[in-house]
């Protein structure tokens, strides 16, 4: 009998032979496309829809093994690859991701609804041929294949062992996902930090300079007026100015006077406003205020500014102007005689108090451009 064709025209022996391999299961669904694809003499694509929702869980259902081993390593394999190293590789965004692998599952599982059949039908077939061979009678097959088919309890397990499946892949995908968006990130923070902390450290050597200066100031007779930093300290560390004068500049809030003891000292805007134009450059002093002046009473009427930038060119303050006043805010345009020629100063305002002044120079800067606070 084992030399005869395993599954010859649809005979009885054939049908017995396929339900035993089958199983209880599914058993009238399965047989009908079974003898259909006898008939035909080849298999071709029918729908399945068990095999669609759940391919996987059907795959070890149906103790199709090495099939469904092939599907876990390549759901997973793709599911990393988008996530992990495709992501990295070519920096696409979450959405585009998502939409990746939503079109791999599309086809993960459309294709085994298309040919879960043919593929069930092949496997038993095996089966079938096997069981022949090992066996003496038709009978004795049928009752090894009885053996090695589906039940419902074998359902029940298969569910569970699914379900915790899907709960590993779906926590492999998770963080794979927050690896690819958590390094990066950190990497481009460290690189755009310098800017607080850096300058903070930077500016210390130019202070302790300044306080080193002050017993030489102190040394003068008393009815010569200290008028600032001695002039051997300037002459001595014009870098140290030079430095100092620079970072001052690069921070809004160090344009506030902050006086050292015991010598006063005032950092003074010349108004020179920061401009968006490669020629127009931020202009800020370190000048020095006497003894014998006092600071001056707050006056109560003072105004707060945001100052935008200076520009050479009519058209370019304009351009200014409108984007400051099409979020609201009141801007003005005023022009200034310097030594690099004549120049307009943009700025926004008035504002009644420093916070609005601040709150003003948040939206200014989120349209990308500079934003000074000035006090007049």
């Known amino acids: 009998m084992a030399s005869e064709p395993v599954n010859p025209l649809a005979t009885g022996v054939t049908a017995e032979l396929y339900k035993a391999a089958i199983g209880p299961e599914g058993q009238d669904y399965y047989l009908r496309h079974f003898l259909k694809f006898d008939a035909d003499g080849k298999t071709s694509a029918t729908w399945h829809w068990p095999a669609y929702w759940a391919t996987f869980g059907w795959l070890v259902f149906r103790k199709m093994w090495s099939r469904a081993l092939v599907y876990a390593v390549a759901l997973l394999g793709l599911a990393l690859m988008i996530f992990g190293v495709g992501k990295l590789a070519f920096s696409y965004s979450d959405a585009t991701a998502l939409m990746l692998f939503l079109l791999f599952l599309t086809v993960a599982f459309v294709l085994p609804g298309l040919y879960a059949n043919a593929w069930y039908y092949t496997d038993c077939s095996k089966k079938i041929s096997a069981a022949l061979r090992n066996a003496a009678t038709v009978k004795e097959a049928c009752e090894a294949l009885s053996g090695q088919a589906s039940t419902r309890r074998r359902m029940a397990g298969v569910a569970a062992v699914n379900a915790a499946a899907l709960a590993l892949v779906a926590g492999g995908v998770n963080f794979v996902q927050d690896f690819g968006q958590g390094g990066v990130p950190l990497a481009q923070t460290k690189l755009d930090a310098p800017a607080a902390g850096d300058l903070a450290v930077a500016a210390q050597p130019a202070l302790a300079v300044v306080s080193m200066a002050v017993p030489e100031v102190q040394t003068q007779p008393a009815s010569a007026p200290v008028t600032g930093i001695s002039a051997s300290a300037s002459a001595a560390s014009p870098a140290v100015t030079e430095e100092l004068t620079t970072k001052v500049a690069l921070s809004p809030a160090s344009l506030t006077p902050m006086p050292p003891e015991p010598v006063r ?33 707050t006056n109560a009427t003072h105004k707060w500014f945001v100052q935008v930038g200076a520009f050479a060119k009519d058209v370019n303050a304009q351009n200014v102007r409108t984007k400051v006043e099409a979020i609201g805010l009141p801007s003005a345009a005023e022009p ?31 349209l990308e451009l500079p934003a000074v606070l000035v006090r007049q």
């Open 265 to 297: 000292m005032a950092v003074t805007n010349t108004d020179k406003p920061v401009s968006t134009t490669a020629q127009d450059k931020p202009v800020v002093s370190v000048a020095s205020a006497g003894t014998d002046e006092k600071p001056k009473a």
């Open 336 to 366: 200034s005689d310097t030594p690099a020629g004549r120049l307009i100063r943009v700025r926004a305002g008035p504002f009644d108090s420093k916070g609005e002044a601040e709150k003003a120079a948040l939206q200014i800067k989120a």
